[in-house]
């Protein structure tokens, strides 16, 4: 059973920075692809960032050049940098991993998922 645990939210003002971790209860941590979704009120789950088995990263339009995807492999975690963050950007972020995954920007294609950590943006 994979379990997907995310921390690191909570409310900041416009213009600032968080970062959310997620770590997962795996021994091959690495052969998963790893994802950031988010759902805001009223709005579907929504692709953010996500980080293929190789590192290969690939991030929303909405933010890119301000959101960054890591992993580290020895720890079983994935990370993401929040910076310039908007109003928008306030949500409920969930994590997600796909075994043996690309790192698609298909919810679908995730089989695992953690129960969300929310992050509000204050105008």
């Known amino acids: 059973q994979v379990q997907l645990v995310e921390s690191g939210g909570g409310l900041v003002q416009a213009g600032g920075s968080l970062g959310l971790s997620c770590v997962a209860s795996?021994?091959?941590?690495?052969?998963?692809?790893m994802a950031w979704f988010r759902r805001a009120p009223g709005k579907e789950r929504e692709f953010v960032a996500a980080i293929g088995r190789s590192g290969v990263a690939a991030y929303a339009d909405s933010v890119k050049d301000r959101f960054t995807i890591s992993r580290d492999n020895a720890k079983s975690t994935v990370y993401l940098q929040m910076n310039s963050l908007k109003p928008d950007d306030t949500a409920v972020y969930y994590c997600a991993a796909d075994f043996i995954g690309g790192g698609t920007t298909d919810r679908r294609s995730y089989d695992h998922w953690g129960q969300g950590t929310q992050v509000t943006v204050s105008s």
């Open positions: 795996v021994r091959t941590f690495s052969k998963y692809a």
